[in-house]
Nanobody, 124 residues
Framework: QVQLVESGGGLVQAGGSLRLSCAAS????????MGWFRQAPGKEREFVAA????????YYADFVKGRFTISRDNAKNTVYLQMNSLKPEDTAVYYC?????????????????WGQGTQVTVSS
């Protein structure tokens, strides 16, 4: 059984920064890509960023390019999402996820394990 635990969310003013962490257990973390998604009230869950097993390949959603950075520490079984220049429209619950297969993928249906989510609220 895979467990994913996010932390680091909170309330921040527009232009501020937050760093999300996701600690993983129960799967060979270093062999799998990892992803971050978010879901705002009344909206579907959407892709934010994903990173392959080594950190050598990364995908970002267009709306976070240049502002967010995904990274991982395989020794700590942890994936991070550094979020800078936050905007009110970034307000959402942020989830980390582990894919069904080890490869780097970007759609929610290709992920089978999800964390409980961490709330990020950006005030204007």
């Amino acid at each position: 059984q895979v467990q994913l635990v996010e932390s680091g969310g909170g309330l921040v003013q527009a232009g501020g920064s937050l760093r999300l962490s996701c600690a993983a257990s129960g799967r060979t973390f270093s062999r799998y890509a990892m992803g971050w998604f978010r879901q705002a009230p009344g909206k579907e869950r959407e892709f934010v960023a994903a990173i392959n097993w080594s950190g050598g390949s990364i995908y970002y959603a267009d709306f976070v390019k240049g502002r967010f950075t995904i990274s991982r520490d395989n020794a700590k079984n942890t994936v991070y999402l550094q979020m800078n220049s936050l905007k009110p429209e970034d307000t959402a619950v942020y989830y980390c996820a582990s894919p069904i297969r080890p490869s780097l993928v970007v759609t929610p249906k290709e992920y089978d394990y999800w964390g409980q989510g961490t709330q990020v609220t950006v005030s204007s």
